[in-house]
């Protein structure tokens, strides 16, 4: 028996994570200035997680067109 597709998240793993990794930790640290490097790596304070918005996806842009490049003209009937 299988699980009910309207029980299912979609993009489930796309999400923000809740906790860094270590060299992510030590990172944010050194940038308010709260660890050096004489202290140890274990034992790290915790640190709060800052979700990320998500970007609207830009448009694709036409493609440009180059230099000295043949375009194709349409020729008209005449009618």
């Known amino acids: 028996m299988g699980i009910d597709k309207s029980l299912i998240v979609k ?3 796309a999400g923000s ?3 860094l990794r270590r060299a992510e ?3 944010l640290l050194e940038t308010e200035g709260k660890w050096s490097e ?3 790596v274990f034992g ?3 640190v709060k997680t800052v979700r990320l918005k ?3 996806k830009a448009e694709k842009a036409p ?3 180059t ?3 043949v375009t194709p003209e349409v020729e008209s009937t005449g009618e």
């Open 44 to 46: 790290l304070p915790k």
């Open 25 to 27: 930790r030590i990172k």
């Open 17 to 19: 994570r809740s906790v």
């Open 54 to 56: 998500k970007k609207p």
């Open 67 to 69: 230099e000295g490049a």
């Open 11 to 13: 993009g489930r793993l």
């Open 63 to 65: 493609p440009k067109e």
């Open 38 to 40: 004489e202290k140890s």
